[in-house]
């Protein structure tokens, strides 16, 4: 399967903004559901969904995201992208992109996870 990468991440102030994006390494066919999680450091499990979105526009979020996230793509390039306003501490974690076993299975995953990218939210 094609590796998904993500990039964007950094460091920002709270109530900054950041656009995390992720593209596949190679080519791959169109792909249903893409959806970012996230993985705070020393939490033990798999990552948190933080959103997703499928191929035809509907979207799902974390509640504690709700109104400050957005998950958009680009279905024919297969790439999805976060952005992310009014960030708070609490947001810091490692950001994956990853595809959901289903709209209904959104806390499965099929790709393995990639390198991730880190968002720090600190003043």
């Given at each position: 399967?094609?590796q998904?990468?993500?990039?964007?991440?950094?460091?920002?102030?709270?109530?900054?903004?950041?656009?995390?994006s992720?593209?596949?390494?190679?080519s791959s066919?169109?792909?249903?559901v893409?959806?970012?999680?996230?993985?705070?450091?020393g939490?033990?499990?798999?990552?948190?969904?933080v959103?997703?979105?499928?191929r035809?526009?509907?979207?799902?979020?974390a509640d504690s995201?709700?109104g400050?996230?957005?998950?958009?793509?680009d279905?024919?390039?297969?790439?999805?992208?976060?952005?992310m306003d009014s960030?708070?501490?609490?947001?810091?974690?490692?950001?994956?992109?990853?595809?959901?076993?289903?709209?209904?299975?959104?806390?499965?995953?099929?790709?393995?996870w990639?390198?991730g990218?880190?968002?720090t939210?600190s003043?």
């Amino acid at each position: 399967q094609v590796q998904l990468v993500e990039s964007g991440g950094g460091l920002v102030q709270p109530g900054g903004s950041l656009r995390l994006s992720c593209a596949p390494s190679g080519s791959s066919p169109s792909i249903v559901v893409m959806a970012w999680y996230r993985q705070v450091s020393g939490k033990h499990g798999e990552p948190d969904l933080v959103a997703a979105m499928t191929r035809d526009g509907s979207t799902k979020y974390a509640d504690s995201v709700k109104g400050r996230f957005t998950i958009s793509r680009d279905i024919s390039k297969n790439t999805a992208y976060l952005q992310m306003d009014s960030l708070k501490p609490e947001d810091t974690a490692v950001y994956y992109c990853n595809v959901p076993r289903s709209w209904r299975q959104l806390d499965i995953t099929t790709r393995n996870w990639g390198q991730g990218t880190q968002v720090t939210v600190s003043s």
